[in-house]
């Protein structure tokens, strides 16, 4: 199952799956992101949206944040994970299965 779940991702996205721990996570990023300005913790996500050229992250706090990737490490009922659903709904709707949506787990189903 995992197996297949991975080759499916791969296949559909163009990139290959890799899951970590939210420690996992941020221990990656603090170890090798040099502008540890540009790592936002503890920031509460409002609403996110993007374009050809960008992402732009809305805080609750009144912040705004633009760049080229957005790595959300904050579980799978997340704000940016519900975001990332939404998007993918506006770009391709029904690409993502309510059912998945709904998945307490981040395996996708081929």
């Excluded at 990139?15 to 913790?41: G, I, P, T, W």
């Excluded at 997340?78 to 998007?87: D, F, I, P």
Aim: with cysteine.
């Amino acid at each position: 199952m995992i197996a297949g779940t991975y080759a499916h991702m791969t296949k559909s996205t163009n990139y290959r799956a890799c899951f970590l721990d939210r420690q996992s996570v941020l221990e990656v990023m603090s170890n090798h992101v040099l502008d540890k300005s540009r790592l936002h913790l503890n920031k509460k996500v409002k609403s996110i949206e993007s374009n050809e050229k960008e992402a732009t992250v809305y805080c609750m706090d009144g912040t705004i944040y633009k760049g080229d990737l957005i790595v959300g490490a904050d579980g799978i009922w997340s704000t940016v994970r519900r975001e990332m659903w939404r998007l993918a709904d506006m770009y391709e709707p029904g690409r993502i299965s309510e059912k998945e949506k709904k998945s307490k787990t981040d395996s996708i189903e081929p």
